[in-house]
């Protein structure tokens, strides 16, 4: 089993993210280690609750355990203050106090949804991640970030509250579709870009076909390459809890990939606008910050054969400026971007002009 342990300052905020194949069927030896005595609601949409739900439920139940189900309907728009506003109803009418634990079993908006719910409720009770999508394994069940939309954007509400817990098995990937796998992809060769060639080097050679194969029988590699890309964040943002300068490497390709994101009407799914937010910032990257050209078209076939897009649909162009102009980190006419020294090596160029990315949008 793989181990990471995420050391926060403060008292009872250190925790582990667990990896390994058939994890979930120890979750309650792990549940009992963090919180002795738990009362356990598991939140889920519809979905994950009907693959994976009752099994859970029942194997802490097994266990004397008391166990109920909480279910949301799929997708983002479960991120929002009716649905959090019934979860809480539905806590209070079946009895939970303060002692009680919440698990998050699910993709990033179950983790979102219920990070957040954990830390207001009552204010604030212990939650336990578990991922259940690529996306969420390598990134959103990490760093304790939690959040609901608002109609004005996603993400405008939420608090840092860190799991007690994070426990990873990679064997939930089986049922997740081609899609949603590409999806979080794009984040785990992120991970890469920024601070791991060795595991550019798995994903483009034995890596390759991995992810094409349906059973994902190489269980070694999966574990292994998940592994890194969780390391690579939990360590970041050990260093930086807060979204500090450091943490900010993490968002490579997210500026623009976000403003593609939003351009679309949420159309394109994030890890698609992020591995195009990834390939325009390789190009940036070879004029502003000498990655070689070479190492720029590696980058760009790495993402190409993973089947992510390089260059966005038909959007409009103004639509896309328009959102980069909102950017939190914008200053005047320019950006604070991501770039690369070379791969595996990231940089903060804090005057990245807007018009690059202007004749980005036009090429
Ligand atoms: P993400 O993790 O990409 O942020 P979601 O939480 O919305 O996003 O999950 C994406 C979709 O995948 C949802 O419709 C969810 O029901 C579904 N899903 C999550 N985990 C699995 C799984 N292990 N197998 C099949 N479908 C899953
Ligand atoms: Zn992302």
Not at 184 to 209: C, N
Request: overall charge positive; some cysteine.
């Amino acid at each position: 089993m793989k181990e990471i342990f995420v050391q926060l300052p403060g008292q009872d905020r250190s925790y582990r993210i667990l990896l390994e194949a058939g994890l979930r069927f120890r979750l309650d030896d792990y549940l009992t280690q963090v919180c002795p005595n738990p009362r356990v609601w598991v939140v889920s949409d519809a979905l994950v609750a009907r693959l994976y739900g009752s099994g859970t439920v029942a194997l802490l139940k097994n266990r004397g355990i008391q166990a109920s189900l909480l279910t949301v309907p799929r997708g983002e728009k479960s991120k929002s203050w009716p649905v959090l506003s019934r979860l809480v109803c539905q806590l209070l009418e079946q009895g939970a106090d303060r002692q009680s634990l919440l698990v998050a079993l699910g993709g990033g908006v179950i983790g979102d949804l219920t990070g957040f719910l954990a830390s207001i409720f009552m204010r604030g009770i212990p939650f336990v991640q578990v991922p259940t999508t690529l996306l969420a394994m390598v990134d959103a069940a990490i760093g304790g970030k939690t959040a609901i939309n608002l109609p004005a954007g996603k993400n405008l509400i939420g608090t840092f509250h860190q799991p007690r817990l994070v426990l990873i098995d990679p064997e939930f990937l089986l049922t997740l579709p081609a899609r949603e796998r590409r999806n979080g992809l794009a984040e785990v060769i992120k991970a890469g870009f920024i601070h791991d060639l060795d595991l550019l080097e798995m994903l483009s050679g034995p890596g390759q076909t991995l992810w094409r194969d349906r059973q994902l029988r190489n269980r070694g590699l999966l574990a292994e390459i998940i592994g890194r890309a969780v390391a690579i964040k939990a360590r970041v943002v050990a260093e930086d809890e807060k979204e500090g300068d450091r943490r900010r490497i993490l968002n490579f390709g997210h500026t623009v990939g976000h403003a593609l994101e939003k351009a679309s009407g949420f159309k394109i799914k994030h890890g698609e606008a992020v591995a195009m937010g990834m390939a325009a910032a390789l190009d940036f990257s070879v004029e502003l910050t000498g990655l070689s050209p070479a190492e720029a078209s590696q980058g760009k076939e790495l993402l190409r054969s993973q089947g992510l897009p390089l260059r966005p649909p038909s959007l409009s162009r103004e639509e896309v400026l328009g959102a980069l102009q909102m950017d939190k980190k914008r200053q005047a006419d320019h950006l604070v971007f991501i770039l690369l020294r070379r791969l595996g090596e990231a940089v903060i160029y804090p005057k990245a002009p807007l018009t690059m990315i202007s004749d980005w949008l036009r090429a």
